[in-house]
């Protein structure tokens, strides 16, 4: 097998032996994903006709518009925790020193670190899905698989490139990371996760427009509730590959530095 | 560097220093880029150390020997000075630097510790480009090499400390790399377990697959019993290099001879004061129900022949069984080495 996935599979294997060591936090997990979806189901009830207007773009269902948010804030969360938390973890747990010294390069190590993660959020996201789709009556029939994958993919790289920001603080300053708070708050606040952005007054609306988990979310919705088509999501489509042509190089270049900042401070692997 | 000293050294450092900045909190991100406050780690660092060589790096806790040995590993860059091993800079070639060396740190804390010993190594093959087809070999091979065979697929949590250091210098030796680097390997081993092992790189490591190994340690035993040269590093300076019968010879120019005094000498005990021809003459106190004592005497400065003193002790009475030369040990070194200015 080709080297440049071998190194990401071992990972993958050597987290998910882990993880299956923990049989019950596994089981947890689950328990936690059909707890949020029950809730969120009965919420719904309650609010019945409520709010129709703002959530007409996305069917008018506010239990299938929330389902759709809280899955897929899933990727943010792990973009923006993961990559940081696997280099915090590794210099905590006492194995980034015994990484660093492999022939692997730093940014393999850390990206595949993070792998499992965002497998096991696909896998949680699925579980949204499958749990709305069969058991509490969320309509997906008309859904825009491409779309959605599309967008999908586009979410992880630009999610990612602030999750590879974020993790430049803490190889320098360990703790205290700024980048991971603000960004995850805020995304929650203005990103339309609970609530569609357009209830959000004019100028925090404007705020919205800069996250890219506002893209995210609303193509994310549209292409799942309302099957739109790759045209009716360009803008969405545009947006995220804008954001993530900005903020992927940029990224590099800061966890480049970031790096030698620590070699040189000799901080790489202290916590 | 010239082409002789690349091929007759395996590792050269030349001046090499290490600064750490001292930064106090956030404010501290930001004064220090006007006001840099350093501490000093290593301070012009020349050491060279030969293919095939046990070479000790001893030093205190705080000298200095893992900020080198991070710096030869490539997990630290240096401040100024340069390294070599094998002729690669360690600042420009570090990925080639990589492919040279295994990393055995006496930190247990640096496996999986819910895999086992096997998957452990399967999975640092990997990152190591270990190829899959001579991977398992190579890990069924270590693991016989350091009598782990028979607990490979238990918990790495389940092991014993001294188990744990073993499948550490397994997987350092992943690789079959040329220059291992041993940073207090035997931290927390029983001393049987510490002695095994120790026989374990001199008689397997060195002698048999002829590895380059680095041990650096705090244990003057262990460096003694061990290492072929050495180096005493304090606070970030080697104080000397070389082998450790020469250090001694350099730093102990008094040659010391002890002597063994047949049965009760409570006479001649008062003649010792005037033995004329010794520097100094100490008893050295006996708990044994031996029926011997023994006399550490200091030949003076410039008399290398003992056989005056001998003459004196017999001619004031004293029964000697037999006598042979003291050697300083490296303990006493040591405390001489860093307290020299």
């Not at chain 1, 949020?36 to 008018?60: A, D, H, R």
């Not at chain 1, 988990?213 to 803008?235: C, D, F, I, Q, W």
């Not at chain 2, 021809?277 to 708990?287: E, G, L, W």
Request: charged share 20%; net charge positive; aromatic share 12%.
């Amino acid at each position: 097998m080709a080297l440049f996935i071998e190194k990401p599979l071992a990972f993958v294997w050597k987290d998910l032996i882990n993880e299956v060591s923990y049989k019950f936090a596994f089981f947890m997990q689950v328990c936690g994903i059909l707890v949020t979806t029950v809730t969120f189901f009965y919420l719904s009830k309650l609010l019945g006709e409520v709010g129709t207007s703002y959530l007409k773009p996305y069917g008018g269902d506010y239990f299938s518009f929330v389902l759709i948010g809280v899955a897929f804030f899933n990727y943010l969360k792990v973009s923006m925790d993961s990559l940081s938390a696997s280099i915090r973890e590794g210099q905590m747990v006492g194995t980034l020193e015994a990484l660093l010294v492999t022939q692997t390069e730093i940014p393999t190590i850390i990206l595949s670190s993070s792998l499992y993660s965002f497998i096991f959020a696909s896998f949680k996201v699925a579980v949204y899905l499958i749990l709305g789709a069969f058991f509490f009556g969320v309509d997906m029939g008309n859904a825009n698989i491409m779309g959605a994958f599309l967008i999908l993919l586009l979410t992880i790289v630009s999610f990612s490139s602030i999750g590879i920001i974020s993790a430049s603080f803490v190889m320098v300053l360990k703790k205290g990371n700024p980048v991971n708070w603000l960004f995850t708050n805020v995304s929650g606040i203005l990103g339309g996760l609970y609530y569609p952005v357009s209830v959000l007054p004019k100028w925090l609306q404007k705020l919205s427009a800069m996250l890219p988990v506002t893209y995210s979310l609303e193509g994310m919705r549209l292409a799942l509730l309302k099957g739109s088509s790759l045209n009716a999501l360009l803008p969405n489509i545009a947006a995220l590959t804008a954001f993530s042509a900005v903020m992927l190089p940029l990224s590099v270049l800061i966890f480049g530095y970031a790096v030698r900042r620590a070699k040189i401070d000799g901080t790489l692997t202290q916590y | 560097m010239s082409e002789i000293t690349k091929l007759s050294y395996c590792i050269e450092t030349q001046d090499l220093t290490k600064k750490y900045p001292v930064i106090k909190g956030y404010g501290g991100l930001f004064t220090h880029l006007f006001r840099k406050k350093e501490i000093a780690a290593l301070q012009n660092v020349s050491i060279r150390i030969k293919r095939g060589e046990l070479f000790g790096l001893l030093g205190s806790n705080g000298a200095g020997k893992t900020t080198l040995i991070k710096i030869l590993c490539t997990l630290v860059l240096p401040t100024s000075g340069t390294a070599w091993m094998n002729g690669l800079d360690v600042t420009k070639d570090q990925k080639k630097i990589r492919k040279l060396i295994g990393y055995v740190v006496g930190d247990e804390r640096s496996f999986y510790w819910r895999l086992t010993g096997r998957q452990n190594l399967t999975f640092f093959a990997k990152l190591n480009n270990v190829p899959r087809h001579d991977a398992q070999a190579r890990i069924e091979s270590l693991l016989s090499f350091m009598e782990l065979q028979y607990d490979a697929d238990r918990m790495f949590k389940d092991y014993s400390t001294g188990m744990k250091q073993k499948l550490a210098i397994a997987r350092g030796l992943l690789t079959e790399p040329e220059i291992i680097f041993m940073d207090e390997p035997t931290n927390g081993m029983d001393p049987v377990s510490a002695q095994k092992f120790r026989k374990l790189i001199k008689e397997k490591l060195v002698k048999t697959e002829k590895k380059t190994v680095i041990f650096a340690t705090h244990n003057l035993h262990e460096a003694e019993e061990l290492c072929d040269r050495i180096a005493i590093i304090h606070k970030g300076e080697v104080k000397t290099a070389g082998l450790i019968g020469e250090i001694k010879r350099e730093f102990h120019s008094g040659k010391g001879y002890v002597i063994e005094l047949k049965g009760p000498v409570t006479g001649f005990l008062e003649k010792i004061p005037y033995i004329t021809s010794a520097r100094k003459v100490t008893i050295i106190p006996d708990n044994s129900f031996s029926d011997t004592t023994q006399i550490e005497v200091e030949i003076k400065d410039g008399d290398n022949d003992i056989f005056p003193i001998v003459k004196e002790i017999a001619d004031l009475g004293g029964k000697i069984c037999s006598f042979y030369e003291k050697e300083i040990s490296l303990g006493e070194l040591f405390s001489m080495v860093i307290g020299r200015k």
